[in-house]
């Protein structure tokens, strides 16, 4: 059973979720994924971190965290320092967009962490 881990503390403003992109995608691609269920992810991470920051993010901290078990990735993406709940109109647009895109979707609006986990 092979098992990776990355951990990824970033700051908690949009334009960084595309390192947990490329990363997700890169360890992805070396499980062997297809090209489709890779670009899922990456698309889930986006809305994720859309979701989770929103328009006007404070500051904070990114912090994700990418485990692999044999095929399987599971991330958990916690947006620290946001001062607010997720407006419910943000939760809805993220649900509709990702559930399609993973197997399972687990949003904790209130304590601003978002899990996916996609078997490849």
Known sequence: MDRDRINLSLRAEPPYGHVA???TGSLCER???????VNDMRLA????????LGPTPAKGRLNIEITT???TVTITMRATGQRTVVPTARV???NKIVSPLVDSAKLDAKGHTVSLVRAG
């Open 69 to 71: 078990e044999d095929r």
């Open 92 to 94: 809805d647009r993220f």
């Open 45 to 52: 991470i986006d809305e994720a971190t859309i979701m989770l």
């Open 21 to 23: 992109q490329v990363a």
């Open 31 to 37: 499980l062997r994924w297809k090209r489709k269920a």
